[in-house]
Each structure stands twice: as structure tokens, then as C-alpha cells.
């Protein structure tokens, strides 16, 4: 071993006894860290602060910052032109039957059957045709062809008797009726209806009813 090294190793022998440790190879010290308080920082121009700041305490110096802008809620958004129809509910049908009895509709009078019944035969212009064919007077004769059939219908109950007479006047008025209900009334078919009709009354005498009730013949 070199004198040096000898030197070192008694070093490092005293230093040992004596207790020293290199540098950063300390033992831990056992007392409590002690708080560290920040270096206080004055702007430039700023005058200095009668006291420190407490501890937690904004330093004089320092201007507060800035309120925060409101918060602005944001629009809604823009609702439809139309609303919504709202859902179709429930329908309700309430049926209401009226048991009353109805009004009976009046009786027709018999002229209004007699008026319906001519008007389902007969038309009012054919009637006119017919009845004006019967009644007025022929040329030549003087007389219409009414009054001719009456004339001979009188004529046939004077020489043949009442009987025949109301054979000869009304049975060519029941074929004439019998036809125009059949077949309807034509201006021809009530010609010859209007002529029986009228001719007709020459079969009927006053006198009958009392000779049929009391057989006496005048």
C-alpha cells in the first residue's frame, strides 16, 4: 500500500468514528418540515403592503379577476307553424229510436179519388177532344152525336119498355168504361164515352123507383 492510500484509509477510519457521512448520504432529520411560505412578489410601481398576507389570503397587490360573463340559456328551438292535431279520442254514437206512433195521414175525400183515378186513365186535353167531338152539332144534321143516341135510347124504351131501354142506354156505357180502364183513355175511346153517357140518361124515368116499389105502371 501507497503512503496515499494509507492516508485515505485513516481518513475515512476517523471520519467514521467521528459519525460524518459524505454529502447526501444525511440521515433523515426527525424534527417536522416547516411550511415554506412563497416568495412574495410586488409588481413594479405597486406600493408595498402595510402587513403580509394572512395565510389563504389573496395578496393586496393582486386585482381580483373579472366577473364571469352570464351564462346565456340558449334559444329554443322554433316551433312548428301548426301544432300537432292531437290524437283522435274516443267516439261515442248514442242511437235514439222514437217509439211514438206516427200521425195517420188523412183520409183521401172521394172527389180527390175520383180525380186520381181519371188522372192514372185519362188525360185533360183527350177529354177536352172527346167531349167536344160528342157535343157539337154535326154538319147537315143540326144535332151532335150525343143527342142522337139519347134520341134513340128514348125512342128504344118507348116501343120496347123500360128493360130494353136500360139494356139499349147503359150497356154501350159500361163497354165504353170497361175499355178506357183496361187500356186508358184515348180521344176516341172518350168520344164514345161521352156519347153513352149522355144517351144513357134517356133510359131513366122518374116514374121507375115508384113503379119497381109499388108495381103500379103508368
Known sequence: MTAQGA????????????????????????HEPRPVTPTRIIPAGAPLPARPPEPGEAPPWRTPPPPSPPVVPPAPPPSDLWPAAPPPGPVHVHVTVDLAPAEPEPEPSRWERLTTWLGRHVRPWHAVLGLSAAVVPIPGVGHSAATVWHYTVGLGRAEFGAG????????????????????????????FLAVTAIGSLASFSWYDPVQILTGVAR
Open 7 to 30: 492516508d485515505e484509509q485513516r481518513v475515512r477510519v476517523f471520519l467514521r468514528a467521528l459519525g460524518a457521512r459524505p454529502v447526501g448520504h444525511q440521515e433523515p432529520s426527525v
Open 164 to 191: 130494353q131501354g136500360y139494356a139499349l142506354g147503359l150497356v154501350p156505357l159500361l163497354l165504353a168504361v170497361t175499355t178506357i180502364v183496361r187500356r186508358g183513355g184515348t180521344p176516341l175511346r172518350l168520344f
